[in-house]
């Protein structure tokens, strides 16, 4: 069974704090995902990765930085927390190379309350 | 910026009613996928369409993509109280590799 693991479930933090969202995954896929998860507004992209070392901008991605040094591992990183990033955030990876619409696999999401 | 629409957003049915969701864009997939998520836990896949006009079956559940491939609907045939949850349909512009575009979810509560 594919796994996507995320490092905390729950997420208690203070404004102005940094903050480190690990997710792993062990089905040696290429790319992978941080979506963020609102009520009203649905799932939105906020960076995803091709390959190690390699980072690409999804629709939002400001206030966010992320971190790809080993495959497996793909960090979402708010340098300094603001209320406004409280937030489901969801974690993905695909295998890389299909033709189309690859299976993204989904964590168990992180909920992230910033006061 | 591809937009995916999907209505209801909520919806409350009695157990052994029929339902559809739909999922519309005026863009273009390659392909569309169906997600349905509990709540604490992330999206899980439920199908991928991929031709236009496809039709697949997954036991009580039919989803059908459109002929030009921007819309596609979920139909849930004699609804059970265990398909309550949040559905949401995605579509990949480039075989997902760049991230899927989400729509923003229907919410199906199914009443015993």
């Known amino acids: 069974d594919v796994k996507v693991t995320q490092s905390s479930r729950y997420l208690v933090k203070r404004t102005g704090e940094k903050v480190f969202l690990e997710c792993v995954q062990d089905?040696?896929?290429?790319?992978m995902f941080w979506y963020r998860q609102d009520p009203g507004l649905g799932l939105r992209l906020i960076y995803f990765?091709?390959?190690?070392?390699?980072?690409e901008k999804g629709d939002i991605p400001e206030g966010y930085s992320v971190s790809r040094e080993k495959k497996e591992r793909f960090s979402l990183i708010l340098e300094s927390a603001s209320t406004n990033q409280t937030s489901m955030y969801l974690c993905?990876?695909?295998?890389?190379?299909?033709?189309?619409?690859?299976?993204?696999?989904f964590g168990p999401g992180t909920r992230l309350l910033v006061l | 910026t591809q937009l995916l629409e999907q209505s209801p957003q909520f919806l409350s049915i009695q157990e052994g009613e029929n339902l559809t969701v739909y999922c519309n864009s005026s863009?273009?997939?390659?392909?569309l996928q169906w997600y349905r998520q509990e709540p604490g836990e992330g999206p899980v896949l439920l199908v991928t369409?991929?031709?236009?006009?496809e039709v697949k079956k997954l036991k009580r559940l039919t989803f059908q993509f459109g002929d030009a491939r921007k819309d596609s609907s979920l139909h849930i045939t004699a609804a059970q109280p265990g398909d309550t949850g949040l559905y949401l349909c995605?579509?990949?512009?480039?075989?997902?590799?760049?991230?899927?575009?989400f729509g923003k979810g229907t919410h199906l509560i199914i009443q015993p």
């Open positions: 993905a990876s695909v295998v890389a190379g299909g033709p189309f619409g690859e299976t993204q696999y």
């Open positions: 369409v991929v031709t236009g006009g």
């Open positions: 089905m040696d896929h290429e790319n």
């Open positions: 863009s273009v997939f390659s392909s």
């Open positions: 995605a579509g990949a512009a480039r075989g997902g590799a760049d991230g899927l575009t």
């Open positions: 990765s091709y390959d190690v070392k390699m980072k």
